[in-house]
């Protein structure tokens, strides 16, 4: 490529000089360096850059021109550090002590909210705890009267006996109808719900909800629930690591089909059982639009089509379930519908034993979404079934 300027002659004066200042020689050719090879990016002579030199053909600059563009790229370089130190300058003058005053101001707006917001809860718990308290009271008040009305009543009753037994007794043989009538009118005592506290007045959704919240904070993580392959129906495919079950409509060929195992419903049971104590576990059940997640005695039938053996028709089971778009809570053949506002992508299950306490929550929100009493008789296994694509446990 030819020179920029005048190209260089092959000669040893050739170009232009720069005052008396000496130059550095050419090793090759000892002739001053008053040239530069883009290509090669160093200094050459001019017979270098001449016809027969090794850069011939290359773009060629006189030294001083690229002389100068350093020195304007290296001004240029300045002035953008200047620019940027000063910009860096008023950054820390101005703009950092702003962001520190809305740091400050607006964690106190956020500390002055925590507040507000856990007295508002405080509050409100003080008071349900006092109404809750008052109600137990006022329950415990009127069980305790009624036992000392019955208790009054049964006293003068066995009283009025007691004088007709022995007016019977002394009189047997003058015996007044009216006595008789009224020993006959005098009942044995019977059973009265009156008589017993009702444990239901402690039942509070608020109270709930908050248990349920702290509970779920304070455990160390969800049980390590799987599946125990030998109850898996035939029509369920198990996972490898066991947490995972798909719906298939036709019966695996390969299932043995021992005692333990669903043969007609798509139910499985876990290989873990639960005794006493909280345990919690959760299922994700996104994929899926029929499903049941709850807890099951081991006296569970497995064989058969009938009712013994469906998961919530029978008294061996408890189990949520959905199906398509309606939700429910079943045991023994009775199915609660459940109102949720959307399908739940994952569902979690509270097991308190000491309570006897079964409850269904949405994890990602916390939200209870039903909870059960009940006495249960025995150890309690996680259960499941689907009937739509699959759900797994969640670990």
């Known amino acids: 490529m030819a020179a920029e300027s005048a190209g260089p002659g092959p000669g040893p004066g050739s170009g232009s000089g720069s005052g008396s200042e000496p130059r550095?020689?050419?090793?090759?050719?000892?002739?001053p360096l008053r040239?530069?090879?883009?290509?090669?990016?160093?200094l050459v002579c001019a017979a270098c850059a001449g016809l027969g030199g090794r850069c011939r053909g290359h773009r060629i600059r006189r030294a001083e021109e690229r002389a100068e563009e350093l020195r304007n790229k290296i001004v240029d370089q300045c002035e953008r550090l200047q620019l940027q130190s000063a910009g860096i300058t008023k950054y820390v003058a101005e703009v950092l002590p702003g962001k520190n005053q809305r740091a400050v101001s607006t964690a106190s707006a956020a500390r002055e909210l925590v507040i507000q917001r856990l007295g508002l809860v405080r509050s409100l718990c003080e008071s349900e705890e006092q109404r809750l308290l008052e109600q137990v009271h006022g329950e415990e008040e009127r069980a305790h009267q009624s036992i000392l009305t019955q208790r009054a009543h049964w006293a003068d009753a066995l009283q009025k006996l007691d004088t007709i037994r022995t007016s019977l007794v002394d009189m047997l043989t003058h015996l007044d109808d009216l006595q008789l009538i009224e020993?006959?009118?005098?009942?044995d005592p019977q059973e009265s719900e009156k008589l017993n506290f009702n444990e239901k007045c402690t039942l509070s959704p608020l109270l709930t909800q908050l248990w349920a919240t702290a509970v779920l904070r304070s455990l160390s993580g969800t049980e390590d629930v799987r599946i125990d392959e030998r109850t898996a129906s035939p029509l369920l495919q198990?996972?490898?690591?066991?947490r995972t079950l798909t719906f298939n409509a036709k019966k695996s060929k390969a299932c043995a089909d021992g005692l333990e195992r669903f043969d007609h419903w798509p139910n499985a049971l876990a290989a873990t059982s639960f005794q006493a104590g909280l345990?919690?576990?959760?299922?994700?059940?996104?994929?899926?639009?029929?499903?049941?997640v709850g807890v099951a005695l081991v006296q569970l039938p497995r064989k058969g089509s009938?009712?013994?053996s469906r998961l919530g028709h029978n008294a061996f089971s408890w189990v949520f379930s959905r199906y398509d778009q309606e939700f429910c809570f079943s045991h023994n053949g009775q199915h609660e519908p459940l109102?949720?506002?959307?399908c739940p992508a994952q569902l979690g299950v509270l097991l308190d034993l000491q309570a006897q306490e079964l409850l269904f929550y949405e994890p990602a929100s916390g939200t209870v979404l039903h909870t059960h009493h009940a006495a249960f008789p025995g150890p309690l296994?996680?259960?499941f079934a689907v009937a739509d694509q699959t759900i797994s446990i969640v670990h």
């Open 183 to 187: 020993a006959e009118g005098i009942l």
């Open 238 to 242: 198990l996972s490898d690591d066991r």
């Open 381 to 383: 296994f996680p259960v």
């Open 339 to 342: 109102r949720l506002l959307r």
């Open 24 to 31: 550095p020689l050419c090793p090759e050719h000892d002739q």
């Open 279 to 292: 345990h919690a576990w959760t299922v994700n059940v996104q994929n899926s639009c029929a499903y049941k």
């Open 35 to 42: 040239w530069f090879c883009c290509s090669e990016r160093r």
């Open 306 to 308: 009938g009712s013994d």
